[in-house]
């Protein structure tokens, strides 16, 4: 079964950047667009962004446009999610999958997601 771990979460001030990564334990990683999910407290999870499998094409929800950008190393089976300007509105545990659109395609569970914790 293939299994995605995330990391790189913690807590950081308004303002302040972190760098999430996910990695995949499946050899054909390189085949699935890949996309990055949060899910505050007492909320649904919601779409953050994606990334084509070759890295060429990139798509974000409005609210993290021009701060988050996705990028993957398809020989590390890995994708990254690099966060500036955080704010606390951001606060949640992020999770990544696989992802057609916006809708996740589960290329395995949820893995145990990262929290990210921005205080103001």
């Known amino acids: 079964q293939v299994h995605l771990v995330e990391s790189g979460g913690g807590l950081v001030q308004a303002g302040g950047s972190l760098r999430l990564s996910c990695a995949a334990s499946?050899?054909?990683?390189?085949?699935?667009?890949m996309g990055w999910f949060r899910q505050a407290p007492g909320k649904e999870r919601e779409f953050v962004a994606a990334?084509?499998?070759?890295?060429?094409?990139?798509y974000y929800v409005d609210s993290v446009k021009g701060r988050f950008t996705i990028s993957r190393e398809n020989a590390k089976n890995t994708v990254y999610l690099q966060m500036n300007s955080l704010k606390p509105e951001d606060t949640a545990v992020y999770y990544c999958?696989?992802?057609?659109?916006?809708?996740?395609?589960?290329?395995?569970?949820w893995g145990q997601g990262t929290q990210v914790t921005v205080s103001s």
């Open positions: 999958n696989s992802v057609r659109g916006t809708i996740a395609t589960m290329i395995a569970p």
């Open positions: 499946t050899r054909t990683f390189s085949r699935f667009t």
């Open positions: 990334i084509s499998w070759d890295g060429g094409s990139t």
